[in-house]
């Protein structure tokens, strides 16, 4: 056996290079063995993924933890009702930034979406005790607040034929954030 073969004994082990290990084969009269293809784990497998990818609650619960820093709210945030059918105020102290995040990934999906659409998307019933119930949409000025911070921060601008379009840096904001989410589970018909 050739000295430097690493199968010998008392050998140092050190990885050959390409062309000496493949002479080394020939030598030996091994047949040529076509190369495997390398498989990565799980954890060291990186998908590139996009907001369309993931599913929409997680993503808009981690992006609007990554927005609290970027974005000021209104002073009186905890006593604003989100519309005339609500009693209250929102329970969770961080919905703002929550509704926030939801409008960016509104704007993301469709762009030139405008604050109009944006009333009618998160307007909900309105109960008036044991008359009828009637559609109601939702109030304006905060929807309107949280396009004006999102644009302050340059993750949106407006649309030249109205309504307001997703930035090159919001893309890419937004892209890296549901890059750390979770896939969608697989839907399952039966």
């Excluded at 063995?33 to 799980?42: C, N, Q, S, V, Y």
């Excluded at 995040?101 to 009333?119: D, N």
Aim: hydrophobic content about 30%; some cysteine.
């Amino acid at each position: 056996q050739p000295p430097n073969d690493p199968n010998a004994e008392g050998s140092s082990g050190a990885v050959l290079g390409g062309e000496e290990h493949r002479r080394r084969v020939e030598q030996r009269g091994e047949p040529k063995k076509e190369a495997e293809p390398i498989t990565m784990t799980e954890e060291t497998q990186y998908t590139p993924k996009t907001v369309k990818d993931v599913d929409a609650h997680e993503f808009v619960r981690q992006y609007a933890k990554h927005l609290k820093g970027k974005l000021t709210p209104c002073e009186n945030v905890d006593l604003i009702k989100t519309g005339c059918y609500k009693e209250l105020s929102p329970y969770d102290p961080d919905w703002y930034y929550v509704r926030a995040a939801s409008v960016a990934r509104k704007i993301y999906l469709k762009q030139g979406i405008g604050i109009g659409k944006f009333r009618k998307i998160y307007g909900s019933t309105y109960r008036k005790g044991v008359r009828t119930e009637h559609f109601c949409k939702v109030s304006g000025g905060v929807i309107r607040h949280i396009c004006q911070q999102l644009e302050k921060a340059g993750l949106v601008e407006l649309y030249s034929k109205g309504g307001r379009v997703i930035t090159s840096a919001g893309k890419r904001d937004l892209d890296l954030i549901a890059g750390r989410c979770p896939n969608a589970p697989k839907m399952i018909f039966t």
